[in-house]
T-cell receptor, first 113, second 113 residues
């Protein structure tokens, strides 16, 4: 079953603009992670935020986590055409296996030059 | 260079055939995973293994089998019992501490002909 759901399903922006993607989940988590997937390729780990953290930065990425609303957002600032990819959130569920992530369906981001 | 290697990149299966997808890692990771991805969809967990000689069913294990005889290897067999096997298959590994995230292979695209 899908624990995380990304929103929107697709997002198209111009180069230089910021892109915001959201993830909602259903049950309490240990941490939430964001991954990127270029078309036809494997996923690449971007950033992890723990349940006791509210915000985290990595380069042009900013992730927030609101455990009271069971939601997270990924902000990509000053987007580039090379940022075009699908972005997935993944959750590590409290009480679940420490070795198992559940992924959402992803947001397809298109950055137009 | 450390990483995960999936082979083959493309695989064609005839009706009624079993096929095996290879996944090898040299990251010294304890945990390995198989996910299935259908077009426009998220990742669904097929099987996972936390240690050698042990593995657990994921959400969609029917029609699939795995083995974990070596730490480095986690092959997936798609059996004839899997009625809709056409999909993109992704293998991943983890150091056992979920806070490090997953490392993914580049995937195998399986098509039934």
């Amino acid at each position: 079953s899908q624990q995380g759901e990304e929103d929107p399903q697709a997002l198209s922006i111009q180069e230089g603009e910021n892109a915001t993607m959201n993830c909602s989940y259903k049950t309490s988590i240990n941490n939430l992670q964001w991954y990127r997937q270029n078309s036809g390729r494997g996923l690449v780990h971007l950033i992890l935020i723990r349940s006791n953290e509210r915000e985290k930065h990595s380069g042009r990425l900013r992730v927030t986590l609101d455990t009271s609303k069971k939601s997270s957002s990924l902000l990509i600032t000053a987007s580039r055409a090379a940022d075009t990819a699908s972005y997935f959130c993944a959750t590590d569920i409290i009480g679940g296996s420490n070795y198992k992530l559940t992924f959402g369906k992803g947001t397809l981001l298109t950055v137009n030059p | 260079d450390g990483g995960i290697t999936q082979s083959p990149k493309y695989l064609f299966r005839k009706e009624g055939q079993n096929v095996t997808l290879s996944c090898e890692q040299n990251l010294n990771h304890d945990a390995m995973y198989w996910y299935r991805q259908d077009p426009g969809q998220g990742l669904r967990l097929i099987y996972y293994s936390q240690i050698v000689n042990d593995f657990q069913k994921g959400d969609i294990a029917e029609g699939y089998s795995v083995s974990r005889e070596k730490k480095e290897s986690f092959p997936l067999t798609v059996t004839s019992a899997q009625k809709n096997p056409t999909a993109f298959y992704l293998c991943a590994s983890s150091g056992g501490r979920i806070s490090y995230g997953y490392t993914f292979g580049s995937g195998t695209r399986l098509t039934v002909v």
